[in-house]
């Protein structure tokens, strides 16, 4: 192992979770000025870049625990992650671009929609199973399937599953 291999990274390396959780802590600031220095005004509104650093790691930590990646220096380390970090904040931005260029403005809601909004968004709640609710909070971010299972620890099926199940619930739902 190389002499200039730093103690956290000879740690993590070794399957030491919590020098893996320091590491983040160390890089994460790193990471965010990554993206930001590439992130345009327009995206800035729709792009939170700890979810990007959050993803990346969450991949780091599942690497190492399977064994598929050793650092023999903080270097190559830092290397490592500046290139996943590049690569899916650009996959990140290319979905967004496409998002983008379906969207329009959105019209101004009147007050009458506004309140409908609302009075839908405290049905779903009502008839939603508590462990539930934070399904729906994710979903009215704007979350994908795929994010809310990662999130959630559920499997993508699970989530459509319950948000079916919840929608045919609606429908029989008294409206007061």
């Known amino acids: 192992m190389n002499e200039f291999l730093d103690p956290l990274l000879e740690r993590m390396n070794a399957g030491d979770e919590s020098a893996a959780t320091e590491l983040f802590e160390k890089y994460?600031?790193?990471?965010?000025?990554?993206?930001?220095?590439?992130?345009s005004?327009?995206?800035?509104?729709?792009f939170d870049s700890i979810d990007v650093v959050q993803s990346v790691?969450?991949?780091?930590?599942?690497?190492?625990?399977?064994?598929s990646w050793r650092f023999e220096t903080v270097e190559q380390f830092r290397g490592f992650l500046?290139?996943?970090?590049?690569?899916?904040?650009?996959?990140?931005?290319?979905?967004?671009?496409?998002?983008l260029k379906v969207?329009?403005?959105?019209?101004?809601?009147?007050?009458?929609e506004t309140a409908q909004v609302g009075d839908l968004w405290q049905r779903m709640l009502r008839v939603c199973p508590v462990e539930h609710h934070r399904l729906l909070h994710l979903r009215r971010e704007g979350l994908t399937?795929?994010?809310?299972?990662?999130?959630?620890?559920?499997?993508?099926?699970?989530?459509?599953?319950?948000?079916?199940?919840?929608a045919r619930r609606l429908e029989g739902a008294p409206v007061n």
């Open 103 to 112: 969207e329009g403005p959105l019209p101004e809601a009147t007050p009458s």
């Open 28 to 39: 994460a600031p790193y990471l965010r000025i990554i993206i930001h220095r590439q992130l």
């Open 145 to 166: 399937l795929e994010e809310i299972a990662r999130q959630t620890g559920l499997h993508p099926g699970s989530v459509r599953r319950i948000l079916y199940d919840l």
């Open 57 to 67: 790691w969450a991949d780091i930590v599942r690497g190492l625990r399977e064994r």
């Open 82 to 99: 500046t290139t996943v970090t590049r690569n899916r904040f650009l996959n990140r931005v290319r979905h967004l671009r496409r998002a």
């Open 41 to 46: 005004g327009r995206l800035r509104a729709k």
